[in-house]
């Protein structure tokens, strides 16, 4: 059974961080590159930041410098450090493969305002 289960959001000021987790279903992560995507209100879903099973990592422009993702392979889990949060950051998170599947978890909300 697929598994995609996202935490870590919340309210934040801008300028603040969070750490988001994604623990993942083992056959889905131990086979797949992994990434995070986001998706504001009357917006497309996009990805933001991805990893592959060897760790080699991108990031869409607007997040690099100030957004880390990560992989523990041992505990099937993804991980999203954002630092330097903006206003425009604002936006239900979600974790999927590279590129995504069909199946999409409930998301974790990020909101950065003052």
């Known amino acids: 059974q697929v598994q995609l289960v996202e935490s870590g959001g919340g309210l934040v000021q801008p300028g603040g961080s969070l750490r988001l987790s994604c623990v993942a279903s083992r056959d889905v992560f131990s086979f797949n590159d992994m990434g995070w995507y986001r998706q504001a209100p009357g917006k497309q879903r996009e990805s933001v930041a991805s990893?592959?099973?060897?760790?080699?990592?991108y990031y869409v422009d607007s997040v690099k410098g100030r957004f880390t993702i990560s992989r523990d392979n041992a505990k099937n889990t993804l991980y999203l450090q954002m630092n330097s949060l903006k206003p425009e950051d604002t936006a239900a998170y979600y974790c999927n493969t590279l590129p995504s599947s069909g199946f999409w978890g409930q998301g974790t909300q990020v909101t950065v305002s003052s």
């Open positions: 990893i592959s099973r060897a760790g080699s990592t």
